[in-house]
């Protein structure tokens, strides 16, 4: 069956379309509104006219392959509490880390968040009981109904300058007193070299835990999480 615009579909295979944006964006040809709504166009049509959930997600793979390079998240996550997915997508991420943490008996509460419109509709049709949990926003300037205990998000949602940005805006703004901001999954290709939790150690954020495992198909690569714990986690818990 065909599938339009399956070459701009994941965000890893869009590296030269994106380092094209962000070029235009350094050259001040656009706005950080311009950037944001030149990445959508990559990723609105790709998404919405995948077959799969986990296509609509952005995952090349099934739903074998999906739990293993997504499931690891849930091991950042060490009691009950609320989860916000920083661009949600589809919400497949929402509703399977709420069984991978039932399987080690934690309750979670999921909450959606994704600037694209469209794609926050249809998550809100997939999971119609979660649906007033589903947001439309720029996580740099989204007004929460409250603070997560949980919140995921990967860096390149935002123009790399804004990067340093958007985490210290989710750790001031969105992340509970005594919550936790989970950055990924994401792939290194060079074991050995610097990771994104090398970078934001940089910016001055102690990283409270990671975890990674072998990416399933690419060899030498690994698939990575890391967190940050907000200053109100208790160090002996």
Same mark, same amino acid.
């Given at each position: 069956?065909?599938?339009?615009?399956?070459?701009?579909?994941?965000?890893?295979?869009?590296?030269?379309?994106?380092?094209?944006?962000?070029?235009?964006?350094?050259?001040?040809?656009?706005?950080?509104?311009?950037?944001?709504?030149?990445?959508?166009?990559?990723?609105?049509?790709?998404?919405?006219?995948?077959?799969?959930?986990?296509?609509?997600?952005?995952?090349?793979?099934?739903?074998?392959?999906?739990?293993?390079?997504?499931?690891?998240?849930?091991?950042?996550?060490?009691?009950?509490?609320?989860?916000?997915?920083?661009?949600?997508?589809?919400?497949?991420?929402?509703?399977?880390?709420?069984?991978?943490?039932?399987?080690? %008996?934690?309750?979670? *509460?999921?909450?959606?968040? =994704? #600037? $694209?419109? @469209?794609?926050?509709? /249809?998550?809100?049709?997939?999971?119609?009981?979660?649906?007033?949990?589903?947001?439309?926003?720029?996580?740099?300037?989204?007004?929460?109904?409250?603070?997560?205990?949980?919140?995921?998000?990967?860096?390149?949602?935002?123009?790399?300058?804004?990067? %340093?940005?958007?985490? *210290?805006?989710?750790?001031? =703004? #969105? $992340?509970? @007193?005594?919550?936790? /901001?989970?950055?990924?999954?994401?792939?290194?290709?060079?074991?050995?070299?610097?990771?994104?939790?090398?970078?934001?150690?940089?910016?001055?954020?102690?990283?409270?835990?990671?975890?990674?495992?072998?990416?399933?198909?690419?060899?030498?690569?690994?698939?990575?999480?890391?967190?940050?714990?907000?200053?109100?986690?208790?160090?002996?818990?």
């Amino acid at each position: 069956m065909n599938d339009p615009g399956a070459e701009y579909r994941f965000r890893d295979r869009a590296g030269s379309l994106i380092a094209e944006i962000d070029a235009a964006l350094d050259r001040g040809e656009i706005d950080e509104a311009g950037w944001h709504a030149r990445v959508a166009d990559i990723i609105r049509p790709a998404y919405l006219a995948a077959i799969t959930p986990q296509a609509q997600s952005g995952h090349s793979g099934d739903a074998a392959t999906w739990e293993h390079a997504r499931g690891l998240l849930a091991d950042a996550i060490d009691r009950d509490g609320t989860f916000l997915d920083v661009g949600c997508a589809n919400g497949l991420l929402m509703e399977t880390m709420v069984r991978w943490c039932a399987a080690k %008996r934690v309750r979670i *509460e999921p909450y959606g968040l =994704d #600037i $694209v419109p @469209e794609l926050a509709a /249809l998550a809100r049709s997939r999971l119609p009981r979660w649906a007033e949990r589903i947001f439309v926003g720029n996580a740099l300037t989204w007004t929460p109904p409250m603070r997560f205990d949980f919140v995921r998000t990967n860096l390149e949602y935002v123009p790399p300058r804004r990067r %340093r940005d958007l985490v *210290e805006r989710l750790m001031r =703004d #969105i $992340v509970a @007193e005594d919550g936790r /901001l989970i950055i990924g999954v994401y792939s290194n290709a060079d074991p050995g070299g610097p990771g994104l939790d090398d970078i934001v150690r940089g910016w001055g954020y102690p990283v409270a835990g990671q975890v990674e495992r072998p990416h399933r198909t690419r060899l030498n690569e690994l698939q990575r999480v890391f967190w940050i714990d907000a200053p109100g986690v208790s160090k002996g818990a």
